[in-house]
């Protein structure tokens, strides 16, 4: 790595920048015009680096991503809130140190650089797998005590500080996670397809669930969470028995959307304070229906049966739409293509809904109204709404409540991944635009 003032040369394999920034921080460094808001290392290269050395699909498989200083001060912010004075802080997956940096913003700053160093290493902890980032979390760490301190002076060697600080699982050091008196935690987000002996699920799951799950189990009872994690567990159906398992284990949570993780993780997170609580509830989004009349109230709600790729074209012909080719918000839709299907179909008139929905489209709940006197076969990436009446009427009164802006925003806030499910579509409340 090749510094000039606030520019850093960005040629380097990822562990080669680590040994730069490591040398960099143990001996004398030039302090003047440098600040803990502007400086490279504590700031976005890191992850510049990281992503030049390792690509995306890589980064995916393993679930790392970093979480970044506006997001990392509201996490440590949140805790040291409860936590006020002091105590271990640990960072169980701590990757390159962001949350550990955010929370050592709160921590005082002593006499001298041993003695801040000394301080901070009594109340940061951490594991991570991997022995770079370890060694660059603190070599981050020490930086910030330098230029916050003003200190000049040098320390012999990055393995001397923050002892803590480890390489580690913390899923294979769970004895460890009683000690702490609070945790910062961003899991990573990758799928888990051995789960073990998992009591509330089955086959392959989110790491984030697993990970909370275990922390949750064997940290000490009083001891805050301060987390960021995947929309997913907080509104995915196939995480309604997790969630249960959560409240189960005696602990509630707070909610705040933060939106998309960053620009490469395609996954909206949510912020959350996990303390003890025994009033059965956790992350609730607050939101309130203006009314008790619901889409499954007057609709039946399913998932089309037809899996392209699996399902052989054998059985009876039948009228097919798939979500390719079935034209948006049309109030009177007749399909015309057909294929063989052995399986569940459906009698028009009903509406079907794109599963794949995002909080960044215009309209969450993009529908169409399918008519005509054949039944359908249905792909399995649309949603079907069969009318409890039988009445076309009501399948366009239903377009009309899910293109208001009243069903968006209950979506964004019900259901921030990146599809719908039937049970939140049957949740939509029932609220027909004026006029």
């Known amino acids: ?34 600040s803990v808001e502007t400086e490279p290392l504590l700031n976005g290269v890191p992850y510049k680096v990281h992503r030049q050395s ?9 679930g790392t991503f970093f979480t970044g ?13 409860v936590l006020p004075g002091g105590g271990l802080v640990m960072d169980p997956t701590c990757g390159m ?14 006499a001298t650089l041993h003695q801040t160093l000394a301080a901070w290493g009594k109340q940061l902890s951490g594991f991570d797998l991997d022995a770079d980032l370890v060694r660059l979390a603190k070599a981050r760490l020490v930086l910030q005590a330098r230029l916050r301190g003003g200190f000049d002076g040098e320390i012999d060697r990055i393995d001397g500080v923050f002892p803590h600080i480890r390489v580690g699982d913390m899923m294979q050091a769970k004895d460890t996670l009683g000690e702490p008196n609070g945790f910062l935690f961003n899991p990573p987000f990758g799928v888990v397809r051995d789960v073990g002996e ?22 000490k009872v009083s001891a805050p969470i301060s987390a960021i994690l995947p929309e997913v567990l907080r509104c995915g159906s196939r995480y309604a028995a997790f969630r249960i398992h959560l409240v189960n284990q005696g602990v509630w949570g707070s909610y705040k959307s933060l939106g998309r993780f960053d620009a490469w993780a395609d996954v909206d997170v949510f912020s959350t304070l996990i303390v003890p609580s025994p009033d059965g509830k956790i992350w609730d989004s607050g939101v309130e229906a203006r009314n008790d009349l619901r889409v499954g109230d007057r609709f039946q709600v399913h998932v089309g049966a ?20 079935t034209p948006r918000w049309c109030d009177g ?55 409890k009446d039988g009445e076309v009427e009501s399948c366009r009164r239903l377009t009309q409540v899910l293109a208001s802006d009243e069903t968006n925003d209950y979506l964004n806030v019900g259901i921030r991944c990146r599809h719908l499910t039937t049970g939140i579509v049957a949740q939509i409340p029932w609220l027909e635009p004026d006029g």
């Not at 140190?97 to 002593?110: N, R, T, V």
């Not at 275990?214 to 940290?219: A, W």
């Not at 037809?306 to 080719?325: D, L, M, S």
């Open 97 to 110: 140190g962001d949350l550990l940096l955010a929370y050592a913003e709160h921590l005082p700053i002593e």
């Open 333 to 387: 839709f007749e399909p015309k293509a057909s294929r063989r299907f052995g399986g569940t179909v459906f009698k028009p008139p009903f509406v079907v809904i794109r599963r794949t929905s995002s909080p960044s489209d215009r309209n969450r709940a993009v529908a169409t109204v399918i008519v005509g006197n054949r039944n359908v076969a249905v792909e399995n990436h649309l949603l079907v709404l069969l009318p």
């Open 54 to 62: 390792f690509d995306l699909e890589r980064r995916q498989a393993s």
């Open 69 to 81: 200083s506006a997001n990392a001060r509201q996490v440590a912010h949140q805790l040291h809130e």
């Open 1 to 34: 790595m090749t510094q000039t003032g606030s520019m850093v040369e960005l040629s380097l394999t990822f562990p080669d920048f680590v040994s730069g920034a490591e040398k960099s921080v143990i001996g004398e460094c030039e302090l003047e015009g440098r």
């Open 198 to 219: 998992c009591a509330w699920s089955a086959g392959s799951i989110n790491a984030a669930a697993l990970f909370l799950a275990e922390l949750v189990r064997h940290k």
């Open 306 to 325: 037809v899996v392209p790729h699996r399902h052989p074209k054998k059985g009876a012909w039948h009228r097919y739409i798939c979500a390719k080719t």
